[in-house]
Every structure is written in C-alpha cells, then in structure tokens.
C-alpha cells in the first residue's frame, strides 16, 4: 500500500508562475513534511481531505504541474521477525536432534522405538506457554469460538495428523540407525520434492519450471547415494542390507513428512481458520500427544522398555549422559515443530520443507568434525546438487515476491 501526496494538500500559492513567487526550497521541504506526516498519522482525516478534493475541480495547469509522488508504507515488521525465529528454530531443532540421535546410536543406543518417542514426548514442556498465550488469544469472543469446529473434528485432526507423525518418527529412527548422519540427512532432503507434489494437489501449490527442476535435482541428489560404498556404515550396520533398510526407511519417512505438513496446511486452512499463536501451539500439543500414544504402546508391546535401563548402564558416556542427551533430544524436537508448524501457518508447508533444506550442508558438516564421517566424491556432488536444488525454489519465491 502507498500514501499518494496530490495536488488537493498543497495551495494554489504553492507554485510557480507570473502573478505568485515560487516557495523556496526549505518552505516545500517543509510543507513536504508536514503533508507526509499527517497522511501516515491521521488516516481518517486524509480520507476526509480526499474526499473534499475530490469535489473540488482542478485546474489544468496544476495539474500539468505537479507530479505524483508516492511512499511506501513500513512492512509488518512483527510477522518477519516471527518467520526469521521460526526458521532459526526449525534449522536448529533439526539439525541438533539428528546429530543427537546419532550420538545415541553410537554410544550403544539401540532402541528404535524409544528414538522415536523422543520425537514427541517433550510436548509437555509447551503446555504453560499454550495456556499463556490461550489466556491472551484477542479471538476468544463468542463469535470466534462458534465459528469454531467441534472438539470431535479437531481431535479427530489431531489423531490422524499423530498418526503420521508416529509412523514418521518410527521410519526415520530405523533410517537414522542404519546410515551414517550424513547420508541419512541427504536422502532426507527428497521431503522437498515429495512436499512440491502434495502441495499441488492438496495446496494449490504452482509448479513452475523453477519448483519442477528442484524437484528432480533433489531426486538425483538421493539417487545418487544408492551407489555410495558402504564402508562408512556405523558400527555393526556395515552390510548392504542394512543400507538399503536405512535407505528405503528414510525416503518413505520423507515422504510421509511431506505429506504431514501438506495435511497440517490444509486443517488451518479449512478446519481450524485461526491465526494465533495459540493455535500453533495446540496443534503441536494435541499431535504430539497423539503420536506419543501410538508410540508407546508398541514399545511396552515389544518389550523394548524392559531393555532401557541395561542399556543406560552400559551407555558408554555414562548414565547421566545417557538422560541428558535423551533430553536434549526431545527439546530439539520440540522446537523444531515450534518453527515447522509456526512456518506452516505464516507461509506454507513447502516453504517450511525449503528451510529445513537450508541446514543441508550444515549436518553433513558436522557429522564430518564430531563423527570423523568422510566427504568423498559422490557425498559432495550430492550436496551440491541439493543445494542447487534448493537454490532454484528460493529463486522462485524471490520472483514470486518480485512480482
């Protein structure tokens, strides 16, 4: 929007001609002020003012004298830094859950089911805040709560987006497990491309040239890695059976994911048509829960429980490192939905898959200092090629904005 300055705020005395001297520069410089402050403070009498001109006629010589010049009204500068913080939690979140769950997995860590749980489990450290800002939602008039869906509807959202979220978290634990951090976060970079899929058929998504050549560099960047020797494979996971169970579990986990955040867009959209922060929140709550439910039952089912404190004995950092890291993993987690959801809300859900992209190269990365994995040929190509991926959608959301 612009504020648009016209010849109906300046005098005719203001110009220049035979019978009236011109202004000096100080006095425009000055009436130029003035004019600019009361149109951005005093909207309701710049519309009068507009309406009173409007009556006037106006001359064909002031006219043909005074252009039009116009001024950018300030960007909400709120909603960008609420984006800004969602993407800083979303890259991370996930970047220190996996490198985490790695860390688990190394040091004698075993338990799929348990990894898994820790995806979800940390949801309770959000429920002060959910009450905090539900107390202080400005929506909670009657109108707004009747416009509300039944608690049946949006339970049975949040358990079906749980279930999701359930069998995800399960995939990626079994995926994490059996590749090396490196190879698991590229082969995860294909939630992009599933992602451009789902949001076109469930989000109206566009797909242009741009978003098309993403989509298939990321799948030849995953490809790639079906080739990768196998001799970086963690401890006791080394054969090509175990790669190709890693491999398999992390694409359908993708997406699985991809498909989650493209359900997730869709309930604001058309079930819950709420835009607070509160409402982000409850979703992440009530899903969490629900996933959290459908995770624990197997793992008490499979009788991997009775196995956790045997393995907390002989976790190679010891037992309080053992808790500790298993904590920091479930807050990792947590805060990465903070960002995911809170990214869904504002822009979209495959905006939200490109910035969890963005920490492509970062995991990789760090994998290389603390777990001592090797960046050979084929591991670079395929993240150059992701990140070249990556680098088209963002030049097609620059020209989007552009436009």
């Given at each position: 929007?612009?504020?648009?300055?016209?010849?109906?705020?300046?005098?005719?005395?203001?110009?220049?001609?035979?019978?009236?001297?011109?202004?000096?520069?100080?006095?425009?410089?000055?009436?130029?002020?003035?004019?600019?402050?009361?149109?951005?403070?005093?909207?309701?009498?710049?519309?009068?003012?507009?309406?009173?001109?409007?009556?006037?006629?106006?001359?064909?010589?002031?006219?043909?004298?005074?252009?039009?010049?116009?001024?950018?009204?300030?960007?909400?500068?709120?909603?960008?830094?609420?984006?800004?913080?969602?993407?800083?939690?979303?890259?991370?979140?996930?970047?220190?859950?996996?490198?985490?769950?790695?860390?688990?997995?190394?040091?004698?860590?075993?338990?799929?089911?348990?990894?898994?749980?820790?995806?979800?489990?940390?949801?309770?450290?959000?429920?002060?805040?959910?009450?905090?800002?539900?107390?202080?939602?400005?929506?909670?008039?009657?109108?707004?709560?009747?416009?509300?869906?039944?608690?049946?509807?949006?339970?049975?959202?949040?358990?079906?987006?749980?279930?999701?979220?359930?069998?995800?978290?399960?995939?990626?634990?079994?995926?994490?497990?059996?590749?090396?951090?490196?190879?698991?976060?590229?082969?995860?970079?294909?939630?992009?491309?599933?992602?451009?899929?789902?949001?076109?058929?469930?989000?109206?998504?566009?797909?242009?040239?741009?978003?098309?050549?993403?989509?298939?560099?990321?799948?030849?960047?995953?490809?790639?890695?079906?080739?990768?020797?196998?001799?970086?494979?963690?401890?006791?996971?080394?054969?090509?059976?175990?790669?190709?169970?890693?491999?398999?579990?992390?694409?359908?986990?993708?997406?699985?994911?991809?498909?989650?955040?493209?359900?997730?867009?869709?309930?604001?959209?058309?079930?819950?048509?709420?835009?607070?922060?509160?409402?982000?929140?409850?979703?992440?709550?009530?899903?969490?829960?629900a996933a959290t439910c459908v995770v624990i039952v197997p793992l008490f089912i499979s009788g991997e429980w009775s196995v956790l404190r045997n393995e907390m004995e002989n976790f190679e950092l010891g037992?309080?490192?053992?808790?500790?890291?298993?904590?920091?993993?479930?807050?990792?987690?947590?805060?990465?939905?903070?960002?995911?959801?809170?990214?869904?809300?504002?822009?979209?859900?495959?905006?939200?898959?490109?910035?969890?992209?963005?920490?492509?190269?970062?995991?990789?990365?760090?994998?290389?200092?603390?777990?001592?994995?090797?960046?050979?040929?084929?591991?670079?190509?395929?993240?150059?090629?992701?990140?070249?991926?990556?680098?088209?959608?963002?030049?097609?959301?620059?020209?989007?904005?552009?436009?």
């Amino acid at each position: 929007m612009h504020s648009r300055i016209t010849t109906s705020n300046i005098t005719p005395t203001a110009f220049c001609s035979f019978d009236h001297p011109c202004f000096t520069i100080p006095q425009v410089a000055s009436a130029f002020y003035i004019v600019t402050m009361e149109e951005i403070q005093e909207p309701h009498f710049r519309s009068i003012a507009v309406e009173e001109a409007q009556e006037q006629p106006m001359s064909s010589n002031t006219a043909n004298t005074i252009p039009e010049y116009t001024i950018p009204q300030p960007k909400n500068k709120t909603r960008w830094a609420w984006m800004f913080m969602c993407m800083l939690f979303v890259l991370l979140g996930q970047s220190s859950a996996t490198l985490l769950g790695r860390l688990y997995y190394n040091e004698g860590g075993n338990a799929v089911l348990l990894a898994a749980l820790l995806e979800t489990i940390g949801f309770p450290i959000l429920i002060p805040f959910a009450l905090y800002f539900s107390a202080q939602d400005p929506s909670r008039d009657d109108a707004a709560v009747n416009d509300q869906p039944s608690n049946l509807i949006r339970s049975a959202v949040y358990i079906f987006l749980g279930l999701f979220q359930a069998a995800t978290g399960v995939l990626y634990s079994v995926g994490l497990q059996n590749l090396p951090v490196s190879t698991f976060s590229l082969i995860s970079t294909t939630q992009l491309g599933f992602n451009a899929l789902f949001s076109f058929f469930f989000n109206a998504q566009k797909l242009t040239p741009l978003i098309l050549n993403s989509v298939v560099l990321l799948t030849i960047s995953s490809t790639l890695l079906i080739f990768h020797s196998d001799s970086e494979q963690p401890a006791g996971k080394s054969n090509r059976g175990h790669f190709a169970v890693g491999f398999s579990c992390s694409l359908v986990a993708s997406a699985l994911y991809s498909l989650m955040l493209s359900m997730t867009q869709l309930a604001f959209q058309k079930v819950l048509k709420r835009e607070t922060f509160s409402t982000v929140l409850n979703m992440i709550i009530y899903q969490s829960l629900a996933a959290t439910c459908v995770v624990i039952v197997p793992l008490f089912i499979s009788g991997e429980w009775s196995v956790l404190r045997n393995e907390m004995e002989n976790f190679e950092l010891g037992k309080v490192s053992y808790v500790i890291v298993l904590a920091m993993i479930a807050v990792a987690w947590q805060v990465c939905s903070i960002g995911a959801i809170g990214l869904i809300f504002e822009v979209s859900s495959l905006f939200t898959n490109v910035i969890s992209t963005v920490g492509l190269p970062i995991v990789p990365i760090l994998a290389a200092i603390f777990f001592h994995e090797k960046m050979d040929g084929i591991k670079v190509i395929s993240v150059v090629l992701a990140v070249w991926g990556f680098a088209s959608y963002v030049y097609q959301h620059y020209l989007n904005d552009s436009s």
